[in-house]
Structure formats: C-alpha cells, structure tokens
C-alpha cells in the first residue's frame, strides 16, 4: 500500500485536495500540509508535532504525479550525498508537472566567508560549525553534506527541476548563522534511467581522482538500492 492511500484510509488526506507535504517537519507545523516527521522517540530534544510518523527516507512511497508540494526544511542536510541525489529522483517522480519543491539548508559558502572574516571571534566560529555539522544530540542529528548556489543550481537542473527563486538568509542576531532557500519546479517527466545517468555523472563530481573507481562503483550500488529501496 502507497503512502498516500495510508493518507487517504487515515484521513489525513482527502481526495480531491492539493497534496503537500511537509517533510522533516520537527517542532513546526504547517496547515494545508502533511507533516511528516521521525517518532518522537527518535527526538531527544525537541517536540515533533508530525501528522505521519516515519522515516521520511525509507517509509514514503507515492504514485507518480500525486503531489503537489513537497517542503523540506534542514532536512537535506542530513542526508549523504548519495541518499540526497535519491531523495530527489523520488521527490521527482512523485510532483505534478509544475508541482513545486522547496529545501532550505545552511549557506556552506556563505558561513565559510562568515566563519573566516576578520570580525569574527572563536565562540561565533564555533557557533557556525555546529550549525554546519548539526547539534548531533541524536543519531540522525549530524549533517552529512553541505550545500550552495552552484551545487544546487547544478543538481536540480540535471534532474529535471527549474529553479524559481533562491534566498540566502542571516539571522537578525547573534551568531547571524546563514542560510539558504531553494524553490524549483518539475518542468517534465523524466524517465528513470535518464535520472540515474545525472544522479552518476554528479556523483563523479565528488570524485577527488580517478584513483576512487572503486568509491564511485559503490556510491552507484548505493543510488540504485535507495531509489529502488
């Protein structure tokens, strides 16, 4: 059974409305949106005001072109460079044409500029690495990757998105952390193994010498059992 006849059995969703989804929603519930989050018990600090309690990663499964919306707010993080890259041919598959993705992330380039100017002591350097690295208070709370303009710019046009806006952020006070938002739209279908092809060709962008075949050959084994998974 799909994820959103579970939705729809539940009463959660209903037939007929815009499905959006909020994934990775933590404290902050959205209206108009399924909140989707870990069980509280995988949450050692804050307070999980979730509709569907999963793992956002392993546990969704939706038909193709069923949603409309999919947010995703320092979650993205989270995820390894390979999961991230299946994260998004799923998320890919399952929006509408012209169904809308947003991802907010901290600003790699932007807190690395901070964190190496002249003005800043150690405690608000110390402050910008935890906010690159996570609070790591849990085992799924360490940030795996680190993203920017041209990464993203860069992953989510060779997977089939157009990016509608982008927003760099600071925080109006002490540490000033820097964020970035990134919406994009699906502009087509795209069939899965053309996707696999972008997903392996970004993959060797991580590559440090041709010297990791062996690396990349299993980052690939990887790709194919996540989106597969």
């Known amino acids: 059974m799909t994820s959103l006849q579970k939705l729809i059995d539940s009463g959660i969703y209903k037939t007929g409305n815009p499905l959006r989804l909020h994934l990775g929603c933590g404290s902050t519930r959205l209206d108009g949106y399924v909140n989707v989050d870990f069980p509280q018990t995988e949450h050692s600090v804050m307070q999980v005001q979730a509709d569907v309690h999963v793992d956002i990663?392993?546990?969704?499964?939706?038909?193709?072109?069923s949603v409309d919306e999919i947010i995703s707010r320092h979650v993205f993080e989270h995820f390894s460079r390979?999961?991230?890259?299946?994260?998004?041919?799923?998320?890919?598959?399952?929006?509408?044409?012209?169904?809308?993705?947003?991802?907010?992330?901290?600003?790699?380039?932007?807190s690395i500029n901070q964190i190496v100017s002249d003005d800043i002591d150690y405690k608000q350097q110390m402050?910008?690495?935890?906010?690159?690295?996570?609070?790591?208070?849990?085992?799924w709370a360490f940030h795996r990757d680190m993203w920017w303009d041209e990464r993203f710019e860069t992953?989510?046009?060779?997977?089939?998105?157009?990016?509608?806006y982008m927003k760099h952020t600071e925080w109006?006070?002490?540490?000033?952390l820097r964020n970035?938002?990134?919406?994009a739209t699906k502009?087509?279908?795209?069939?899965?193994?053309?996707?696999?092809?972008?997903?392996?060709?970004?993959?060797?962008?991580?590559?440090?010498?041709?010297?990791?075949?062996?690396?990349?050959?299993?980052?690939?084994?990887?790709?194919?059992?996540n989106i597969d998974g």
């Not at 399952?94 to 991802?103: A, P, Q, T, Y």
């Not at 690159?132 to 849990?138: E, K, V, Y």
């Open 127 to 139: 402050a910008i690495v935890r906010h690159l690295t996570g609070d790591q208070a849990a085992d």
């Open 180 to 183: 970035i938002i990134v919406t």
């Open 155 to 164: 992953t989510l046009s060779k997977l089939g998105f157009h990016i509608t």
């Open 82 to 110: 390979v999961i991230a890259l299946a994260q998004l041919v799923k998320w890919h598959s399952w929006l509408k044409i012209d169904g809308v993705l947003l991802i907010e992330t901290p600003d790699f380039l932007g």
């Open 172 to 176: 109006n006070h002490w540490p000033r």
């Open 57 to 65: 990663v392993k546990d969704l499964t939706f038909p193709d072109s």
């Open 187 to 225: 502009l087509n279908d795209v069939e899965l193994s053309t996707q696999v092809d972008q997903c392996y060709a970004l993959l060797k962008d991580s590559m440090v010498s041709e010297t990791e075949i062996m690396t990349f050959m299993i980052w690939k084994e990887q790709l194919l059992e």
